[in-house]
């Protein structure tokens, strides 16, 4: 039980992880290591370059998406504005007509055949 107990506080051996990211690598006195830590600079920038791209692309596939959607959207809409406009000219000559037919007199009736 008391085993138990201490096991979590043995500290155990850990190696470093090298954390990827940019290094500076003027502080590398020979060329291998200096030529190392570049390469692995560039390894990272290439690597943030390509996932930022990739990211980027989706961005714009789901914004060319959203594109589209609203011009059906808008297409939708212009029909609907072009019938109003359309039902309400032809209203709007109905009632012209209507005013500029004379009424019909009043104590005669319409002749019937």
């Known amino acids: 039980m008391v085993s138990l107990v201490l096991v979590p506080c043995i ?3 850990t190696r470093a992880q090298d954390v990827p990211g ?3 690598c ?3 006195k020979t060329m291998e ?3 190392s830590c570049l ?3 560039v390894d990272f920038l290439q690597k943030t370059i390509g996932k930022l791209g990739a990211d980027h692309q989706q961005k714009l596939d789901a914004a060319n998406r959203q594109i ?3 011009k059906a959207t808008v297409a939708g809409l212009q029909k609907i504005v072009d019938d109003l406009q359309a039902a ?3 209203v709007a000559e109905d009632q012209k007509k209507k005013a500029e037919t004379p009424p019909a007199k009043d104590g005669a009736p319409a002749a019937a055949k």
Do not use: A, D, M
């Open 26 to 28: 003027t502080v590398e």
């Open 39 to 41: 390469q692995s600079n």
């Open 33 to 35: 290591r200096r030529t």
């Open 68 to 70: 589209e959607g609203l």
């Open 11 to 13: 500290p155990t051996s």
């Open 22 to 24: 940019i290094e500076i």
């Open 88 to 90: 309400q000219k032809k």
